[in-house]
């Protein structure tokens, strides 16, 4: 079964955070503000036992939480997070009413930038890293991307947290093509088959974190972890620090998934990628390049 995971992220309010679960919470937004509404709610009775609490909403895959002035959330909300993670994870449920169950996955398609790749968006987490292939080829450990292979104009597959992105080869419609592949995809999900044996190819997640870089290629790679790659992400696709020459003080990076070999990438380079670069970091940054773009 799989298991909760709950991250938080800030509001518009500054006394309010989201804790956002990878798996459906409720139906509808329930709004409480005191314990004595909690009853039938054992997960938000739970948070209603801790002495800051004022107001909770439950919401489809998220729980905000209203906080009372006499801590600062940094000192609480990575605990909280693991608090939660827990009860659910122990069979605690989110309302007495609903029995746990499988929530129905749902996909949607998303155009990109990049015309000849289309982004199928799933409610759920779908992969715990990123994953690209090429060809078939390189798909005996991902029997759905095998699987999508088997569409003739099926190109790239590029799997993220929760999408998938399908680069066509040139000269097909995806107008013909997108509702028979959304709903493939959602059927292979819904059925439980396996996506990616990720422990099988973990050598082919491209990763950063076994090098030993300068500072200045720290600085690059966090602003690109932090500023670029989110953008990138929400486009179907994926950037990765490749290399920084302190002589010519050039830098490589990776496109992958619908960023990769976009039409627009070039602009999205030089006008985006390269010129934040050479503002956050003034006199270190010559040029931007992708070494697969």
């Known amino acids: 079964m799989e298991k909760y995971i709950i991250k938080f992220k800030e509001t518009s309010r500054e006394e309010e955070l989201e804790f956002y679960s990878n798996i459906f919470l409720s139906e509808k937004r329930i ?3 005191k314990i004595e509404e909690t009853i039938e709610f054992p997960l938000i009775q739970q948070i209603f036992y801790l002495p800051f609490i ?3 909403t439950l ?10 002035n006499i801590l600062k959330w940094e000192d609480v909300q990575e605990e909280l997070c693991s608090q939660l993670e827990e009860f659910l994870n122990k069979g605690g449920l989110v309302s007495k009413n609903e029995i746990k169950k499988v929530s129905p996955v749902t996909v949607y ?9 289309m982004k199928f968006v799933v409610n759920k987490k779908i992969v715990d890293n990123v994953f690209e292939f090429k060809s078939i080829d390189e798909t ?28 066509q080869n040139p000269g097909n419609n995806w107008d013909e ?13 819904q059925d439980n088959n396996t996506i990616v044996f990720e422990d099988r190819i973990k050598n082919n997640v491209k990763t950063n974190s076994n090098i030993e870089f300068d500072d200045i290629s720290k600085e690059i790679i966090k602003i690109i972890d932090e500023n670029i ?20 003080q050039k830098v490589n990076v990776i496109l992958q998934g619908a960023c990769s070999g976009c039409p627009s990438s070039t602009v999205t380079l030089k006008s985006g990628i390269e010129t934040m670069l050479k503002d956050m970091l003034p006199g270190k940054i010559s040029e931007v390049n992708a070494v697969n773009g």
């Open 31 to 33: 709004e409480f503000n």
């Open 54 to 56: 004022k107001k909770v």
């Open 59 to 68: 919401n489809k895959h998220s729980v905000y939480i209203e906080k009372l």
């Open 109 to 117: 398609a998303e155009s990109t930038p990049n015309p000849n790749a």
């Open 140 to 167: 005996k450990d991902s029997p759905l991307a095998k699987s999508l292979f088997g569409f003739e104009f099926v190109k790239e597959v590029f799997f993220d947290f929760n999408f998938v992105s399908l680069i």
């Open 177 to 189: 093509n997108v509702m028979d592949v959304r709903e493939f995809i959602r059927s292979f999900i």
């Open 229 to 248: 790659k989110p953008a990138v992400t929400s486009d179907g696709g994926n950037i990765l620090f490749e290399s920084y020459d302190a002589n010519t």
